[in-house]
């Protein structure tokens, strides 16, 4: 990360991929739900390229084999209630926070600046993963994918995350590791930070002026590192 973040009044973070690595309980979920079906398990790599979009369509996707393609009505819906009673009561089993996650939230938390989670994942799953991960008391809102009528990559959640929280939205950043979060960013009109260690190729992101974060990291914690006037009038008590 280069240079210097300046005139941050609020932080947006993705969930899965950026705070967590949830993919671990995702894919169980979805062989649970394929096992049920009479369908044989996905590898991994292979839910993981279907993670990113939500559960209703990470459904699709682990039903059909396919990114784009979309499973019948009716054994969608049985297969969504499958995966979501499956995953509910196994959200965090292997699922666990990022190295120092926790650490980069409590120093931007220290600066008094609000955090947010915005994520596609379904509200009540996200808070669900967040408590059991303890992180749930660092966020002063979490908006899931059904949360609104629109999801990203639509600027709608970070337009909305920045009116709750009352700070104008090119003062918010948003944090993540897909393209997802950077259109979204990029349309809201707020600064982008793509994760290196997430699911998102940030690399291959990073090339295309489209999906380019405006800054990129390998840790949370390097966030506070580069608000460097906060943080020195926080040290000086100003």
């Not at 990073?206 to 999906?211: G, I, L, W």
Request: charged letters at 20%; glycine letters at 8%.
């Amino acid at each position: 990360m280069n240079g210097t973040i300046e005139h941050v009044q609020a932080a947006a973070f993705d969930l899965d991929g950026t705070l967590c690595d949830s993919l671990p309980d995702l894919a169980a979920a979805a062989n649970a739900m394929r096992a049920s079906l009479d369908l044989p398990p996905l590898p991994q790599p292979t839910v993981e390229s279907y993670v990113g979009d939500g559960i209703a369509v990470l459904v699709h996707r682990a039903l059909t084999g396919n990114v784009d393609d979309r499973a019948e009505e009716k054994l969608w819906a049985q297969g969504f209630t499958l995966f979501v009673q499956y995953y509910a009561e196994h959200i965090a089993d292997r699922t666990c926070a990022y190295p120092e996650t926790e650490a980069g939230l409590g120093l931007l938390k220290s600066l008094g600046i609000p955090l947010a989670v915005i994520t596609n994942k379904n509200e009540v799953l996200a808070v669900k993963l967040l408590e059991a991960l303890g992180l749930f008391d660092y966020f002063s809102l979490v908006l899931g994918g059904d949360s609104l009528p629109e999801k990203k990559p639509s600027p709608v959640p970070l337009l909305h995350a920045a009116e709750v929280l009352g700070v104008p939205v090119e003062n918010m950043i948003m944090v993540g590791d897909s393209r997802n979060d950077i259109l979204a960013a990029k349309a809201a009109g707020c600064p982008s930070i793509g994760v290196t260690f997430g699911y998102g190729d940030m690399a291959e992101l990073s090339k295309h002026e489209a999906t380019r974060p405006d800054w990129t990291i390998g840790s949370l914690p390097e966030i506070y590192e580069n608000l460097r006037p906060q943080r020195e009038e926080k040290e000086k008590g100003v």
